[in-house]
């Protein structure tokens, strides 16, 4: 079994050393002397060797007769190849002789056509070098006319065409290694005069800005009249979508002239005038050049970024304001102008190049200009107190914001603004007239104005609407009512509202909003400022009365005109003052409050002037019983009346009630005085002397208030002023034993139940002190002096009494007030 296998095995080799490349047997080889069959293996291939022999031997029997056929064959063939040979060499023998002169001939020819094929190439090679060389100079040309952006497309043509055709030449090389440096130098070229280009918009913005401001002051003026239309944009040129025009213009722009790389040079202002734009006073060729340079360079963004960049930092520059703008209104007038012509370039670039800046790049920039604005304006504003300079300022906010608005830039916030610095404005008119009533106030003589002319009495009904047909119908010379105060007040009040309808003005306002707006600013120069001036007014100290009668005088003539100032703010805003939203003037109660402290002043100053007389009073109260004549009034009382009659005489013109409460005022104060002089506690005792005049004096008062200072008053009314005191009078003027009962009885009423001290104190008085007077009681009858003797003792024992009754009255009110209190 295993031999058949071995035999297998050595057969497989075989087979594979047959069909297997001899430099592929070693492992096969190897795997032979590896194993114990070798003497087998070889055996074997010996063999197949034999086998191979034999098969050989037998082909090279089978192919012997062809092979010696073929010999002889090819020994034949010599013979004729050597003849062959020998005709071919005869042959080419006689053609060589023949073809000399041709070969020279074609040697001739091949020479000329190389000749010809070299100046070929050389004419070629000319034609592309020619251009080369040419454009080349033009190159230079250009770059001495710092024509620059035509130089950057004529090395751009010269790379890219015609030195890839001129071949690689030397002088091409270097041309080629000149380029770059051409460009470099062409890029910062560009870029140095777009820095001076920045710099000089940056210095002449409120050139141009004053420019575009003027325009659009002009193009309002001429839109006045069809003011509810749109707005045309101002300053905008139809040609701004050519950049690439703009560019070839500037090149070759004949009467322009420039002035620090970008503004134009115009040397006076009609030349100013004849601009059709403010952007045409700007050459902006830089801007188009450098961008067209940096495009063809493939560093337009890098171009972009730094343009916006380097904008950017001459905004914030330009919305930097000075610390003293709010001191003048050129201040103010310089900082929107650079604003203004900042935003006018920006705007012209938008228009005139694609992609330079957008539409969001410009807006952004407004957007920080429109909150660095506003917050300027609100400082700086704040520090205004001159109202013609807030006003001032509000027409040159307006007319800014008018001139942005015409470019499309939008302007609410401002309008917004101007409505905040409105209420700015009416605080600070609110202090100038404040400082103006109150001079016209000090200036006024509280005194009706005299007129003695038809003329002089125009001129007064002209400033104030005064209505008195009586008065009128009065001949010359006479007296208007009210002083001048009131005529200069009304005109004082229009002309506030002329200068609230002022600010009004251009805000973009309705009729409605401005007529709600005076008013409310009316009424608060009529609530706050003009009624504290009157109170100021009526607290001085140095008013006299007859100045407070003038006061309500002129407060009542102001209160009445109040409705004309309705009328009169109705007309100039075109809103009836009956509209259903419209505010309502407060000038009536303005009035009344001011009438009604100055007739509250005249009380209280009358009563103080009274006091003033009162304590001249000097009555005896122990004085004796006058013999004779009646007791005359006291001099202070007389005084007193000649003053009220001289002071009611003046009220004439009052309204009849204030008139009437001053006087019953007045009576009632003399009367509760003289009431309080009685019940005074420093006087213990009072003489039937004292009593009478005293008594004298109530007549004379009464006597006053019979006269009828002030009419109005029916029947008695005035004489119930004194009617306690005439009763405390009376009283005493009755029978003495009358009084003695009523007294009597009065205590018993009121002193029921006393305290112990208070009964000892009234026995003391009763008893003993009538009998310690060291004059006799009873006298003889004989004796002349016995009626009057009896008569002193019952006035002394009267006089005690009163005196009891006077201490017991003393007591009840101090028993009242302590009730009171608890």
Not at 398 to 413: C, E, K
Not at 619 to 633: E, F, L, N
């Amino acid at each position: 079994m295993a031999s058949v296998e071995t035999a297998a095995e050595h057969e497989r080799i075989l087979r594979e050393i047959e069909s297997t490349d001899t430099n592929c047997i070693g492992p096969t080889l190897r795997s032979v002397y590896d194993g114990q069959e070798h003497s087998l293996f070889m055996a074997k291939l010996d063999a197949r060797i034999r086998n191979h022999d034999r098969e050989i031997e037998k082909m090279c029997n089978h192919h012997f007769q062809g092979f010696v056929d073929s010999i002889t064959e090819l020994l034949k063939v010599r013979g004729e190849a050597q003849k062959l040979k020998s005709q071919v060499t005869e042959t080419n023998r006689s053609i060589q002789g023949d073809g000399k002169e041709l070969m020279s001939s074609m040697e001739e020819l091949r020479q000329c056509r190389v000749q010809q094929r070299n100046i070929a190439t050389t004419v070629d090679k000319l034609t592309h070098c020619l251009p080369v060389l040419e454009m080349y100079a033009r190159l230079q040309e250009q770059m001495d006319a710092k024509r620059y952006y035509p130089a950057l497309r004529t090395s751009e043509q010269l790379e890219q065409t015609c030195l890839p055709r001129a071949g690689q030449y030397r002088f091409c090389a270097i041309m080629a290694e000149n380029l770059p440096k051409l460009r470099m130098q062409i890029r910062d070229t560009a870029m140095t005069q777009l820095k001076d280009f920045l710099e000089s918009i940056r210095k002449h913005s409120d050139k141009i800005g004053e420019t575009a401001i003027r325009q659009a002051q002009l193009q309002r003026s001429l839109d006045s009249s069809v003011s509810t239309q749109s707005r045309t944009p101002v300053g905008r040129r139809s040609g701004r979508e050519a950049a690439a025009g703009g560019v070839t213009q500037s090149n070759g722009q004949a009467g322009r002239l420039e002035l620090d790389a970008g503004i134009l040079d115009l040397e006076d202002e009609e030349e100013a005038d004849q601009v059709t734009a403010a952007q045409d006073l700007v050459d902006f060729s830089p801007v188009y050049r450098c961008l067209h340079i940096y495009t063809v360079l493939g560093l337009r963004d890098v171009f972009e970024n730094y343009y916006r960049k380097q904008r950017r930092k001459q905004a914030r520059l330009v919305l930097q304001p000075h610390s003293n703008m709010h001191e003048t209104l050129e201040g103010y007038r310089r900082y929107f102008n650079q604003i203004v012509g900042f935003f006018v370039v920006e705007d012209h670039v938008l228009h005139t190049t694609q992609g330079l800046v957008n539409r969001a790049y410009v807006e952004e920039l407004w957007e920080l200009a429109l909150s660095k604005i506003v917050a300027a304006l609100r400082t700086h504003s704040s520090y205004c107190d001159d109202p013609d300079l807030v006003l001032d300022l509000k027409n040159l906010i307006v007319l800014f914001a008018d001139t942005l608005q015409g470019y499309g830039f939008p302007v609410s916030q401002l309008f917004d603004m101007l409505l905040e610095i409105r209420e700015q404005y009416g605080e600070i008119l609110l202090k100038r007239w404040n400082v103006t009533f109150r001079q016209v106030l000090d200036q006024d003589n509280f005194s009706p104005i005299p007129v003695s002319t038809e003329q002089e009495y125009r001129h007064y009904t002209s400033q104030f609407p005064l209505q008195d047909p009586e008065l009128e119908k009065l001949p010359f010379p006479k007296k208007l009512p009210f002083s001048e105060f009131v005529p200069k007040v009304y005109c004082q009040l229009k002309e506030f509202i002329y200068a609230c309808l002022k600010y009004s003005e251009d805000l973009h306002l309705s009729s409605t909003e401005v007529d709600d707006m005076i008013r409310k600013s009316t009424n608060l120069l009529l609530t706050r400022t003009l009624s504290h001036c009157l109170h100021y007014a009526i607290k001085k100290k140095n008013v006299g009365l007859a100045e407070l009668v003038q006061v309500i005088i002129n407060t009542t003539h102001l209160e009445q005109s109040c409705h004309f100032l309705e009328e009169f703010i109705s007309n100039i805003t075109n809103v009836p003052s009956d509209t259903a939203n419209a505010t309502k003037l407060y000038g009536t109660s303005t009035f009344k409050d001011a009438r009604h402290a100055a007739e509250a002043e005249i009380y209280t100053g009358l009563n103080a002037k009274i006091d003033q007389f009162l304590q001249l009073a000097d009555y005896d109260w122990m004085a004796g019983v006058p013999s004779g004549a009646a007791p005359t009034p006291s001099d202070y009382l007389l005084d007193l009346m000649a003053f009220l009659k001289s002071t009611f005489s003046v009220f004439t013109n009052l309204p009849g009630k204030v008139a009437q409460t001053a006087c019953m005022s007045a009576c009632k104060h003399i009367s509760t005085s003289l009431l309080q002089l009685l019940l005074d506690p420093e006087v213990k005792q009072i003489s039937m002397g004292a009593l009478h005049q005293l008594n004298a004096d109530v007549d004379e008062c009464e006597g006053f208030a019979r006269a009828g200072p002030v009419a109005g008053f029916q029947g008695d009314t005035l004489l119930l002023a004194f009617s306690d005191l005439r009763q405390v009078g009376l009283c005493l003027r009755r029978c003495r034993r009358r009084l003695l009962r009523s007294l009597l009885s009065f205590f018993f009423f009121f002193f029921f139940s006393p305290p112990p001290a208070f009964i000892l104190q009234l026995i003391i008085l009763l008893v003993f002190v009538p009998y310690s007077d060291k004059r006799p009681l009873k006298v003889p009858p004989s004796s002349p002096q016995s009626a009057d003797l009896g008569t002193q003792s019952r006035d002394t024992f009267l006089e005690l009494i009163f005196a009891i009754s006077l201490q017991c009255l003393h007591f009840t009110l101090g028993q009242n007030r302590k009730n009171t209190r608890v």
